[in-house]
């Protein structure tokens, strides 16, 4: 049987691969996304993420990745589309060293995070939205949040914004309207197909 | 322009036993990490089937945890400071066919202005029992090893325990 080798076909110059990507990048199916982040290089009052509707078409549900270093003893707080008024329920179960306890409340506000006035222990916090861009249903957030500090705790959270609106933006802040987040706080928010 | 959240960077499923697990040379190029674990105690029974933490080799007193437990007789929450490493009070014993689930999230690990903060969910189906820790190494270096292992002198990972380690951007 004839062998037809194609080093002597005749071209001039080629590359020759073993794999079938051929020097290209593999494509990555990935479902979960890093969208924007925030880390402060200086105090900050609120962090706010807006103009979220650009996220709408190839998401559907959020996260935000929060390590916080708080102003003073304190929990933070999250609203969505600015919504200041009585539109969220959030209720927690806590463990702080010694017991635990469970609590739920209607609010101007999602409460998130509890964490101590420190330059160096953060407060955690795994903040899910689920259907942040649905406009059939109200919108529900998971918190998973703790400190291992002088302000002990591990919580497991949830949360309603009852509204129907598509999430267009978020702001978190401290509780006490004075507060301010202090330096190397981050803020991430992901994407979730 | 988004980027994937998740880099799958190591799994290890042991095929033998192992008296420890050590992720070293973690490169500092991701936000997070994430911490799978499906573990078994290859001998022990409670209360020695625990699931330990260390990072960076630091034996010293430098971990502070505080836990939120539940299972079908009640709940609870306890607290350790300046321990030498960070506990996790419930693996599976060596009596047990299934496997405890563990996820930990390393937030900031690479990050040097701040002290690492690691939440914790742990699941131990035999005993009915689930968790959730917070817990923190007072040191503000990067994080480049994370070793798991059962107390010492009280057992091993058992064969089929899996660690899968992932960077999250």
Redesign the interface.
């Known amino acids: 049987m004839a062998v037809k080798s194609l080093a002597r076909s005749g071209l001039i110059t080629f590359d020759k691969y073993s794999s079938m990507l051929a020097g290209n990048a593999a494509f ?1 199916p ?1 479902s ?4 924007e ?1 925030q880390v402060l290089t200086s105090a900050a009052a609120s962090v706010t993420f807006s103009n979220l509707a650009q996220y709408a078409s190839e998401y559907q549900h959020l996260q935000l ?1 929060i ?1 916080a ?1 708080h102003s003073a003893d304190q929990n933070g707080k999250m609203n969505f589309n600015n919504d200041t008024g009585s539109s969220y329920s959030w209720h927690q ?8 306890s469970s609590y739920g409340t209607s609010d101007v506000w999602m409460q998130i995070g509890y964490g101590p006035n420190s ?6 916090s ?1 903040i899910d939205i689920l259907d942040a861009f649905e406009t059939t249903k109200y919108k529900t957030t998971r918190v ?6 002088s302000t ?5 959270m949830s949360g309603s914004w009852r509204n129907t609106d598509a999430i267009s933006t978020i702001v978190v802040a401290e509780v006490g309207g004075s507060g301010s987040y202090k ?2 706080s ?1 803020f ?1 928010l ?2 979730v197909k | 322009m988004p980027t994937p959240k998740y880099t799958a960077l190591a799994t290890l499923t042991l095929t033998s036993t192992d008296s420890e697990v050590v992720f070293s040379s973690i490169p500092n190029g991701y936000r997070d990490l994430m911490l799978v674990s499906a573990t078994r105690n290859s001998s022990q029974s409670a209360p020695y089937n625990q699931y330990r933490i260390r990072v960076n080799g630091d034996s010293g007193a430098n971990y502070s945890v505080v836990r939120m437990l539940g299972d079908s007789s009640g709940i609870g929450s306890s607290s350790e400071s300046g321990s030498v490493e960070f506990t996790v009070y419930f693996s599976e014993p060596s009596s047990a066919s299934s496997y405890a689930v563990t996820v930990s999230q390393f937030m900031d690990y690479a990050q040097t202005d701040k002290h690492k903060t690691i939440l914790t969910r742990n699941d131990a189906p035999s005993q009915g029992i689930t968790g959730a820790y917070a817990a923190r190494w007072a040191n503000t270096a990067a994080i480049t090893s994370i070793s798991i292992f059962p107390p010492p002198g009280f057992g091993a990972w058992a064969i089929g325990s899996t660690f899968s380690l992932y960077g999250v951007k």
């Open positions: 990555d990935s979960d996304w890093l969208l982040e990745r390590v270093l179960v806590q463990g702080n060293g010694s017991a635990v330059t160096t222990q953060p407060v955690v795994i998973f949040t703790g400190s291992a500090s002990n705790n591990v919580k497991l330096i190397g981050r991430s992901y994407g």
